[in-house]
Each structure stands twice: as C-alpha cells, then as structure tokens.
C-alpha cells in the first residue's frame, strides 16, 4: 500500500501514514485537487497556516511507464488566489515513488523563526534537520552542500533566496536525472514563497536501500500494455522536434507567423528571431560541449532536456527552455542566447518562474524604466532581486505588481498570473485557455497552437480549448504531456493500464472522466475562494489592438467563454 508523509511545521514533526483509499486512484493534478478541496479553506490566507502545500506522484508511479515520474505541487497559490497545480520532471518523484510515497503535505507554519530540511533517508525514515546554517543560500550552492552530505545519489526539492523571501513568482526547484542541478521548476503560481512560509528550505531523498513493490492487480497485463504503449510514445518521439533539438525548436514556428510575443506582446514580428532559434542553439552545443536529448527522470523516451555550456565551454545552464528563451528574448527584443541563458541560470538559482519575472521585466521596459533590447540592464534588475532590494522585491511579486507600480496599462495577466510565450490574437484556443483555465495564464493547460482549422480564426477554437483542458488534466495525473502528445491514439491503453494496476474494467471513461472532474473541482474552488467569470477574461487590449504581424484580434466573446465548461 502507498504512504504519505505528513509533515507538521509547527510541531515540527514528520509522520508516515497509509495513503487514503479515496486518493487510491488518483495522482498528480487530480489528486491536487481533489486534496486541497476536501482540506484546505478556499479563502484561506495563502501564506497563513491553513494552508497546505503537496507533493505528490502520479496515478502511475512506481510503474516502467515511461515519464511515469512528474511531480506535482500543489496549494493556494500566493501569486493568483485560486488552486493551484504546477508539475515538473527531474529525479525526485521517481524516488518518492522507489519509497513508497505517494504524497508528502506539509501543513501549519513554524511556531518560531527557522529553516529546515525534510530529510528521506535510504531506510526509508524521515526527520526535518535544521537548516539555519543554509538561510539566504541559493539553489545550485545549496544543492553542492547537500550532495557533500549527503552523497551524490539523492534528489532534491528546494527554494532559493525568492521562496525565503516569499516573492510571489518564487519557484521550487527539482534537481535533473543524472546531473543533480536544480534545474526543473514547479516554477508558476509562487508555490515557493508557499514552501518559504513553512519553514521548507529543502526536501532531500536518498534512494532508498530497497525499492518498493508496487501492488498490481494484474501484473502480467499491466506490462504487456505497458510495452505497447512506451514503444509507441518512442515511435512517435523519433521525429519530434522536441527530441531532436529541444523545446526551443517551437521558434521556428511562433517567430514566423506572429505566435511569437514581442516587447510586451505588441503583436508585431521579431526580424531577429532565428539568433535565438534552433540552429543558433544547436551550433553553440555542437561548439562548446553542450547537449540535449537527455532525460530529465529516469526511463524518458522523448528526452527533450538538454546542458548549455558559455563561450569558454563552461556549464551556463540546463532544461534551457521556449518559454524563458521568447519571454527573456524576443519579448524585451533581445536576441543574445548567451545573454538570455545566464538570466535563465539567474533565475533557476535564486528560484523564480521565468515566464512571471521576463514578463515583469518587459513593464519596465514599456514604463521606460529600461531600455527595449538591453540585456545588461536586464541582469542588473535580475541582481536586484537577488540581492533583495525594495525593487527587486517588487519584481519578485510578479508581472502585475510591477505594472501596476510603474502605471503600465497594457500587463498580459489572467488570475494576475503572467501569460506564457504565445500572443492568444494569433492562436485563440490559447487564449481561451490562458482566460479560462482554473491555473490562471498557463498554456500547459490546453496549448491549441497548429491543432485548430485556423490559429488566427474563431472556428473550432473553444472547442480545442475545451478538448484540450480536459485532456491535459488528465495527463497531468499520469505523465508528462510531451509523451502524452504521442500517446493520444493508445487511450484504450492507458484505460488498460488503470484496470491492471487498480482492478475493474478497461473503461476509456475512467481516463477521461479524471480531467473532466479535475477541471470542474478546480473551478468549484476557485470561485469559492471569490474568483468571479471577470476573472475568466484576458486583458483589455487584446480585444482592442490588433496583432501587426497578422491583423487578427482577440475576438472570443463572453458567452463563448462563460459556456466552456458547461459539459
């Protein structure tokens, strides 16, 4: 049977309970939801003590089912007010799993000020440390500590100076398969200022001496759907850009036909975009000892994961992603990848979301604060963060902070979460999901970009939008959604995955439904924590400016958006 961990900050101490057989079927964004709704006030003070943050694994864990291993984090979120969920790859929920555990939550707030470490040790028992020695320590120094002591063979989940400093686009940082740098982020929503509210500087988890077993109802069956499967995610990953080249192969498409966002979503083109494109990345790995194709967890097929290196050939920085590559680029005009690379590792070492922090640095550039185009300048205001001035706190509390102080009009939030690398005028189901997904401006929740009749049109939009929220919900459960996206012709396997590991039929309805429920529970949450459908709508201007690069507008009117759940 799965355990949880239950972690209680104000008394300080750890125990090791059975999963409860409600959350027996679940895993990942469902289990989140299903979690906080039944255990945490929706109007609750996201940083206050009846708050609960939760780690936990997927509905397949512990299984050889490829990208089986994401974590999920979940709590209310500091940054929008709502539920939030926000997943990640990297070598810890793969021990969790080699544990036994299917959740860790942590509750309460500490009685007294101080930092501690929840510590998994290789027998499987746990203690929270202190940590007061390690106060103020970013992530990559802090992660060299705890592999000094600990040894190289663990996994870490930590925050930085931002989640100590309860900056509200603080991120929790997960170390990589294989490297160990802290790397992969559960980084939207400000679930690190969270884990800074408890107290949580780190969790860190040995691999354990022996390996849990996990419990199939038909094991035999289990497997044999499973090779079906993983060989059909490997097929499909064979001739995905994503693993050839990596995340950042998205700009070839988004810089040409208007996706892209440029100096503050003005919806014009980005001459330059290929300097910071696929073959500008690709030479500088070929060139200076970098890789990509590399898992972040163990078992990956699509390995989409990848280690920059600087001119000198030194380590800069790894899981150099789209999202900080456009957001950091393009959408403050600069085209220096190098540049851009160091304000990634910036970013993942004092432990904030990219998306949250470059947008919030492009207000400064349309306030004047700053130069377009500045790199320098860029860096200096990420150092102020890091050295924690009043402004770089206000940078830390996001996009919408920052804008509002500087009197910006034109601050691209939903939910006051900052969007995400694509402009929604020039792929509308985007935008609808960026309106409506319970998450906030998050296009991992239905990213609908080449899937609808016409990504500037109106048809079919909300139905993608619609088809895809649901869909991502669910995979959100069970594995990464680059493997899902090869998966999506093997339902019937995943519904014959969830009858071998859990009994019962192999019913489709049992995958879909997930995501369906999940959707519904997050929104029912949201709106008892005072969300209203004026929360369910993108930004004035979108509706109003038009895209130069295309002339479409954002014109998805409101009953479209008020009906999009109405199953």
């Known amino acids: 049977m799965w355990s949880k961990l239950v972690v209680n900050m104000k008394n300080l101490t750890v125990e090791k309970e059975p999963l409860e057989e409600q959350y027996r079927e679940l895993g990942g964004r469902a289990l989140i939801a299903q979690y906080l709704m039944k255990n945490v006030p929706p109007q609750c003070d996201p940083l206050g003590s009846e708050n609960q943050l939760i780690f936990c694994t997927t509905l397949f864990a512990g299984t050889p089912l490829t990208t089986a291993h994401r974590m999920s984090v979940g709590g209310k979120s500091p940054l929008t007010g709502g539920i939030k969920e926000s997943n990640v790859g990297g070598y810890a929920a793969s021990l969790l799993a080699d544990h036994g555990l299917k959740m860790i939550v942590v509750k309460d707030i500490p009685a007294r000020d101080g930092l501690w470490i929840l510590h998994i040790n290789d027998q499987g028992e746990s203690e929270l440390l202190d940590a007061g020695s390690y106060r103020g320590l970013n992530n990559y120094e802090f992660i060299g500590k705890m592999r000094e002591r600990f040894g190289s063979d663990i996994a870490t989940i930590s925050i930085g100076s931002a989640g100590e400093r309860l900056y509200r686009s603080a991120s929790i940082q997960v170390s990589e398969f294989q490297t160990g740098h802290p790397s992969r982020a559960a980084a939207r929503g400000g679930l690190g200022a969270l884990m800074g509210s408890k107290g949580l500087k780190a969790i860190v988890i040995e691999k354990p001496r022996e390996k849990y077993k996990v419990a199939y109802a038909d094991e035999a069956r289990f497997h044999e759907a499973c090779r079906k499967l993983n060989r059909m995610i490997a097929e499909g990953a064979k001739n995905d850009p994503f693993h050839d080249i990596g ?321």
């Not at 920085?317 to 950091?328: H, K, P």
């Not at 939030?413 to 906030?440: C, E, F, L």
């Not at 090869?486 to 590991?501: K, R």
């Not at 400016?545 to 759940?565: M, P």
Request: contains cysteine; aromatic residues 8%.
């Open 247 to 567: 995340t950042i192969a998205t700009i070839e498409v988004t810089g040409a036909n208007g996706i892209l966002p440029v100096d503050n979503f003005s919806g014009r083109l980005f001459r330059d975009y290929q300097k910071v494109g696929a073959n500008a990345f690709m030479t500088n790995l070929a060139s200076r000892g970098g890789r990509n194709k590399r898992p972040c967890q163990p078992g990956c097929v699509v390995q989409c994961s990848n280690i920059y290196n600087d001119k000198d050939g030194s380590y800069l920085t790894s899981a150099f992603e789209y999202e900080t590559i456009a957001l950091f680029g393009p959408n403050l005009h600069i085209a220096d990848l190098d540049a851009i690379a160091r304000m990634d590792r910036i970013c993942d070492d004092m432990g904030v979301d990219t998306i949250e922090t470059a947008n919030a640095v492009a207000m400064c550039m349309e306030a004047g604060k700053i130069k377009w185009g500045d790199a320098e300048a860029v860096l200096a205001l990420l150092q102020e963060m890091v050295d924690g001035t009043d402004f770089g706190r206000l940078l830390g509390d996001g996009c919408e902070a920052v804008g509002k102080n500087l009197g910006v009009k034109r601050i691209p939030v939903v939910k006051h979460q900052a969007m995400a690398a694509y402009d929604p005028r020039n792929t509308k189901g985007t935008g609808i999901t960026y309106a409506t997904s319970p998450m906030g401006a998050d296009h991992t929740a239905g990213l609908t970009m080449g899937r609808a009749f016409d990504d500037c049109g109106r048809a079919a939009q909300a139905h993608a939008s619609n088809k895809l929220q649901v869909a991502i919900a669910f995979a959100d459960s069970m594995m990464c959604i680059f493997a899902f996206a090869h998966a999506v012709a093997g339902l019937p396997l995943l519904a014959e995955l969830m009858a071998a590991l859990y009994g019962g039929e192999a019913d489709i309805s049992r995958v879909t439904t997930l995501g369906v429920k999940t959707l519904l529970t997050e929104r029912a949450f949201n709106k008892m924590a005072g969300m209203t459908r004026e929360d369910d709508r993108l930004p004035d201007f979108f509706y109003h400016e038009r895209s130069v690069a295309t002339g479409s507008q954002f014109d998805i009117n409101d009953y479209e958006l008020e009906v999009l759940f109405d199953f």
